[in-house]
């Protein structure tokens, strides 16, 4: 059972910077994609971006485009988000899926982290 642990979170001013990281453990081999969402209180879920075909390809949803950089470290089994000019519609809790198969849709994601809050104020 793959199990994923985020951190890198907390309080940052309006223009800021943060850097989420995702532990990944329990998989057998590499994983073949993973990624980030977040969901704001009483929004639904939105995805932020994404690696796949095992480190082959990223993409970025629209929302945080330009101002995020997804990465993984192999060795470590760990996959970074470095988010810059961070906004208050930035705050959000980030949540760091992944599959072996596929992450083109969050609900044919089987792993999923507890979350991370990031707040960022005016």
């Known amino acids: 059972q793959v199990q994923l642990v985020e951190s890198g979170g907390g309080s940052v001013q309006a223009g800021g910077s943060l850097t989420l990281s995702c532990a990944a453990s329990g998989s057998e081999k590499r994983l073949y994609c993973w990624g980030w969402f977040r969901q704001a209180p009483g929004e639904e879920r939105e995805w932020v971006a994404t690696?796949?075909?095992?480190?082959?390809?990223?993409i970025y949803g629209d929302s945080m485009k330009g101002r995020t950089t997804i990465s993984e470290d192999i060795a470590k089994n760990t996959l970074h988000l470095q988010m810059n000019s961070l906004r208050p519609e930035d705050t959000a809790m980030y949540y760091c899926a992944a599959d072996d198969r596929s992450c083109a849709a969050s609900s044919e994601i089987n792993y999923w982290g507890q979350g991370t809050q990031v707040t960022v104020s005016s």
């Open positions: 690696i796949y075909g095992r480190g082959r390809h990223t």
